[in-house]
């Protein structure tokens, strides 16, 4: 064997030795997200097919949805029970999302009507909504379908319209990409988890990643903890690539017609431009009031606690209300 012949018989041999090691990692790395969902959840049937949802905590009841990426995993991951004011969190996953079904129309209307089964077949008769990032519309669209069953709408970093947003560079077919290769698509997005972690949190939780150094270890482990959570993907697929249609562009909301108190809150620097978004909905919900801080990015990184603690005083104030 000559030294050419040696040379690459060693880096074949160190390009399938890497291979093989990263396959494993992510392997397991896979097993970890499904074992993170295990035994969680429940299921039931609604009008539109199998439902998955999970109740946590004790107290007064409120529904939780949640964005792009979700599943009822992360509701309780961004509302968790030990900081919604002593509340019984309800977190369905949406369409297309982990067990729920997804179906012949995933309609934000008929996704609100579906939590209207959900808090049916709980026993629940009113309640209030939040609704995070994407989850916003469906959130608003059951406040106003469902006025007498919801009490209070909280709309966080909302995907929601707003005349002023800038259309994003999306081919229209990207969305479906998503759905016929979940499976390539897991892979890639544990590549980025792997070697870019900092960027994926500026492009995926569209988040200025410089942030990460000027927060507490917390914080910026909690960001991490988001980004990583998104996998298990291909569970995900269809309700992401839904998310993508209608949030990635959405069309405007009735938002006159929101009865109930409601609460915007955003981030100026959040690069899913939901500030925006935020805004049209206190201009035009008749009993919103709108909180805004000047950076944080859309997963409000360095404020959790201060976002928390500003929901729970708004749902407190809210909590007799009548409409």
């Keep these: 064997m000559n030294r050419r012949q040696f040379l690459a018989l060693t880096a074949g041999a160190a ?89 012949e129309d995933p309609s934000l209307e008929n ?6 089964d959900l808090i049916d077949h709980l026993k629940i008769e009113r309640l209030p909504v939040i609704g995070i990032s994407a989850g916003a519309q469906s959130a608003i669209q059951f406040a106003i379908r469902h006025s007498r069953r919801c009490s209070a709408l909280v709309c966080l ?28 698509t897991e892979v890639f997005y544990w590549l980025g988890c792997t070697l870019a972690q900092d960027r994926m949190i500026g492009s995926a939780l569209a988040t200025d990643p410089a942030l990460l150094d000027q927060v507490s270890a917390r914080e910026a482990a909690r960001a991490r903890s988001i980004l990583r959570n998104v996998m298990p993907i291909r569970e995900r697929a269809r309700g992401i690539a839904n998310d993508a249609r209608q949030a990635g562009w959405p069309s405007p ?26 805004r049209q909905i206190a201009a035009q919900v008749p009993k919103a009031r709108l909180v805004s801080y000047p950076k944080g990015g859309h997963i409000w990184l360095g404020l ?20």
């Excluded at 970093?157 to 499976?183: C, E, G, H, N």
Aim: no cysteine; aromatic share 10%; glycine share 8%.
């Design 253 to 278: 909301l009735p938002l006159s017609q929101v009865n109930v108190p409601t609460l915007a809150l955003s981030l100026a620097d959040d690069r899913f431009q939901t500030f925006a978004a935020a």
């Design 111 to 116: 996704q609100a009507d579906a939590f209207v």
């Design 15 to 103: 390009v399938a030795t890497g291979g093989s090691l990263a396959y494993r990692r992510f392997s397991d790395d896979m097993a970890v997200a499904h074992e993170r969902l295990s035994g969680r959840s429940e299921i039931f049937q609604s009008r539109f097919g199998t439902m998955e949802y999970a109740v946590a905590g004790n107290g007064p009841p409120l529904l939780v949805v949640h964005g792009m990426g979700g599943g009822f995993d992360q509701a309780l991951d961004w509302i968790p029970p030990r900081a919604s004011g002593g509340r019984k969190v309800v977190a369905p996953s949406r369409f297309g999302y982990l067990r729920t079904d997804f179906p």
């Design 157 to 184: 970093v909302p995907a929601t319209y707003a005349p002023d947003r800038a259309r994003p560079q999306v081919p229209i077919w990207a969305p479906q990409l998503v759905a016929d290769f979940s499976l390539l």
């Design 304 to 323: 959790n606690d201060t976002v928390l603690e500003t929901v729970d005083l708004f749902l407190e104030a809210t909590a007799g209300s009548k409409n």
